[in-house]
């Protein structure tokens, strides 16, 4: 069974994560939108459920003076499981976060066993002040219980303190181990992620080793709008914060929101990967940032209406609102989708978008894991491994039918620890790398692995 870890390249760390149908940029435009169907030529004569994919790709911000000030709080976890390497580590990977740093940001440390202690209030990230908290950060010393939920409620107040409608807002948490002091629960997280992103917080999560607790670190991530990340070795943590440093110095725009309308007759039937808010024949995408050159993508599965061969009709409106960074004034951009219609299957295979495939693909495989944590967490193991194979299914029905193999779908993977997990089970290993890679496959998380 391969299990993906990971891992950032150094060149990934110094750039800090640096025919289509329906395309659209205006000559100003900070994000470009491009929509396309996976099979924009189908059948004749029948519904048929097709995916249309919405890329959002904006622009690199060039330099620090063009991009908005980063309000930056980092949150580590200094119990007594994280003594030794752990903590050795941890601090140098704070240290790595503030050499990203400008002096017109913001940054502060919070750290947290059975308490919590503001190491380094919010302050801007001057030559004096990174020097003054890189000693801090070398007295810090591990002991105690893990009181994760008061940690991040100090550093959100640290960020409020400077936080302004231009500002990048994040918090960066590192911790080992499971809750254990204070509120502790899945929903407990979820409540407190959400609570953040509607004060334009991001949170991004480090799982580290095996005795952290990845439900509560995913959810807190997806609920925050962050990223989340599991780290087997302490030693990969100064790389996944020069990485995470690198998407908060970069983001292109906020509070982005995807309108995807049908028309014709054409019915919404899901998001794939992300949830979508559906309503009718609408369905809707909200992303809290979007970060430069790194694409973003929104899939919808949704039934075309029958019609006849040699027919071209427009299927889906497409409408994408968003904040330039640095701005206060919103932008709009709209695209329209066709779809036509052929007796010919080889004009099927032909028109077919093998990058929308593969992108659909990764996606059915990440959801197929995610519920099968949900079937193996419950001792239904068969069904754990049902649930993987069908996926398989859903690749092999919509595409392989056609001929159309998504080139990387790892489908003999998906067999391989299908047939491993209802034999023996899912270990916390496995469980720890389909929660985290599964939440990165469906939100283009920027990682190397």
Do not use: C
């Amino acid at each position: 069974m391969k299990i993906r870890r990971t891992s950032l390249t150094l060149l990934a760390m110094l750039a800090f994560f640096l025919p289509l149908i329906g395309q659209a940029k205006p000559a100003e435009a900070t994000v470009q939108v491009d929509a396309a169907l996976d099979r924009p030529v189908i059948p004749a004569e029948r519904d048929q459920n097709v995916v249309v994919q919405i890329k959002l790709t904006p622009e690199v911000v060039a330099t620090a003076t063009d991009r908005p000030p980063v309000n930056l709080s980092i949150v580590l976890d200094r119990s007594g499981s994280m003594q030794g390497e752990k903590i050795e580590q941890a601090l140098l990977a704070a240290e790595e976060a503030l050499a990203r740093l400008s002096p017109q940001d913001i940054v502060s440390v919070v750290v947290y066993n059975s308490s919590v202690h503001t190491l380094a209030p919010a302050q801007y990230a001057t030559r004096a002040n990174i020097s003054r908290i890189r000693s801090a950060l070398r007295e810090v010393q591990a002991g105690g219980g893990t009181a994760i939920y008061a940690g991040l409620n100090q550093s959100a107040a640290e960020l409020r303190r400077h936080q302004s409608e231009t500002s990048i807002n994040r918090i960066v948490l590192l911790s080992d181990g499971k809750a254990n002091e204070g509120p502790s629960t899945v929903a407990d997280f979820a409540a407190l992620g959400r609570a953040f992103a509607g004060e334009d917080i991001v949170v991004s999560t480090v799982g580290l080793g095996m005795g952290y607790n990845e439900d509560i670190m995913a959810t807190l991530a997806q609920a925050g709008q962050g990223n989340t990340y599991f780290v087997e070795t302490a030693r990969e943590l100064p790389q996944i914060f020069a990485g995470e440093l690198g998407d908060a110095v970069n983001v292109a725009a906020t509070d982005v929101e995807i309108i995807i309308r049908t028309k014709g007759g054409a019915k919404v039937i899901r998001g794939v990967g992300r949830e979508a808010e559906i309503e009718g024949d609408t369905a809707r995408f909200r992303l809290p940032q979007v970060y430069g050159g790194a694409d973003k993508l929104a899939l919808l599965e949704i039934q075309a209406p029958a019609g006849v061969a040699g027919d071209a009709r427009e299927l889906v409106e497409v409408e994408v609102n968003y904040l330039p960074v640095g701005s206060t004034q919103p932008r709009q951009q709209a695209v329209s989708v066709p779809i036509s219609y052929t007796e010919r299957e080889e004009e099927v295979v032909q028109a077919a978008r093998m990058d929308i495939v593969e992108n659909v693909a990764v996606n059915i495989v990440a959801e197929s894991k995610q519920e099968a944590i949900i079937l193996a967490d419950q001792g239904d193991n068969k069904g754990a491994a049902q649930r993987m194979l069908s996926g398989n299914l859903y690749i092999q029905s919509n595409y392989l039918s056609l001929g159309l193999a998504p080139p990387s779908a790892p489908t003999a993977e998906l067999e391989e620890e299908a047939k491993k997990l209802e034999q023996d089970g899912m270990s916390n290993e496995t469980r720890k790398a389909y929660r985290a890679d599964s939440y990165q496959s469906t939100n283009q998380q920027s990682s190397y692995k």
